[in-house]
């Protein structure tokens, strides 16, 4: 697929899509699960239907990257919705979010894991460590691996002249009673109180959910 192949075939967002991305992220989080994220590049295109999602309030929640205010790592977060923020963690993986919300005020959804409904040959030469297809995307840096996504496509816009990144939204939303919510995977201090903070979301029976875990506490070695 040429580079003019990419630009031809850009998929603008929805009306709908584009008011859902003006809402809140903790609103627009549930929302999200049933939707499709494609990916096209010279290659092909990798789409995948997201299954678990979390929420991120900037600085009204100390579990996100934007608590304290802005950094060149987190600019992204601060534009209006409709645009991602790919960060960079443990020095080895890239995790996605769909930013949201007016600009300024830093909300975020993160992907945290999906099916591979598109591209699974190229998805599977991404991920070679995946033992099946349910773990190819089941985990927020192994769903940014399977798109082929990384710091350099932070900022992005989801859809439109140029753009490679689309988001489509389902036909028909996933039945209100399989959503299910809890403590956000890995969060340490407040932000991972699941009572104060149960903005993990997820399909209930999706094999491609991952599993949750706590924040590990690392202690510093002594001597």
């Known amino acids: 697929m040429s580079d003019a192949s990419l630009r ?17 992220s903790l609103e627009a989080a549930p929302a999200l699960l049933g939707a499709v994220i494609t990916v096209a590049d010279p290659a092909g295109r990798v789409a995948i239907r997201l299954t678990e999602v979390e929420a ?28 991602i923020y790919v960060y960079f963690t443990y020095g080895m993986h890239h995790c996605l979010n769909i930013v949201t919300g007016p600009a300024g005020v830093s909300r ?17 030469g ?3 460590a995946a033992r099946t297809d349910r773990d190819l995307a089941r985990g927020p840096a192994r769903l940014c691996a399977a798109l082929g996504l990384d710091r350099s496509d932070d900022g992005a816009l989801l859809g439109g002249p140029g753009s490679r990144i689309s988001l489509t939204l389902p036909q028909q939303a996933p039945d209100a009673g399989r959503i ?44």
Not at 72 to 79: D, G, I, K, L, Q
Not at 191 to 220: K, M, N
Request: net charge positive; glycine share 14%.
């Open 8 to 24: 031809e075939t850009a998929i603008e967002l929805s009306a709908e899509a584009a008011s859902l991305l003006r809402c809140d």
């Open 126 to 128: 991404r991920r070679p």
């Open 108 to 124: 975020a959804v993160l992907l945290r894991g999906g099916e591979v409904v598109e591209g699974l040959e190229q998805a599977r």
């Open 180 to 223: 299910r919510c809890g403590p956000r995977t890995g969060v340490a201090g407040p932000g991972g109180d699941g009572e104060a903070f149960p903005w993990r979301f997820w399909l209930d029976g999706e094999p491609t959910v991952s599993p949750y875990r706590p924040a590990v506490t690392r202690r510093r070695s002594q001597g």
């Open 56 to 83: 991120y309030r900037g600085e009204k929640d100390p579990g996100s990257h934007a608590f304290r205010g802005r950094t060149a790592r987190n600019a992204s977060m601060f534009e209006a919705g409709g645009c």
